[in-house]
Nanobody, 121 residues
Framework: QVQLVESGGGLVQAGGSLRLSCAASGRTFKLGWFRQAPGKEREFVAAITWIGGILRYADSVQGRFTISRDNAKNMVYLQMNSLKPEDTAVYYC?????????????????WGQGTQVTVSS
């Protein structure tokens, strides 16, 4: 069982930045960030493998968000720049044992409680 705890959410104006952190109690193959806005399905944002640091991003955040990891601390981060009102959502950290290049929430095994990000216009 892997426990995940997110932090770093908050309220920011459009164009601003936030950094989300995820503390993991153990390692799987890959850790990802998802988000869910009111009335919408949970969507993939970014993912990174613990070994090799292989990255993947959703098209909607490519070039604005950066995912990174600190293996020594079992931490994963999501640096979010040039934030837009449409980035407003609850952001979840998730971990998976799957080695597939998946962006599906159903393929992730462990989830954090989520952290709210609100971007005002």
């Amino acid at each position: 069982q892997v426990q995940l705890v997110e932090s770093g959410g908050g309220l920011v104006q459009a164009g601003g930045s936030l950094r989300l952190s995820c503390a993991a109690s153990g390692r799987t193959f890959k850790l990802g960030w998802f988000r869910q806005a009111p009335g919408k399905e949970r969507e993939f944002v970014a993912a990174i493998t613990w070994i090799g640091g292989i990255l993947r991003y959703a098209d909607s955040v490519q070039g604005r968000f950066t995912i990174s990891r600190d293996n020594a601390k079992n931490m994963v981060y999501l640096q979010m720049n040039s934030l837009k009102p449409e980035d407003t959502a609850v952001y979840y950290c998730a971990a998976t044992w799957s080695m597939a290049a998946t962006t599906l929430a159903d393929d992730y095994d462990y989830w954090g409680q989520g952290t709210q990000v609100t971007v005002s216009s």
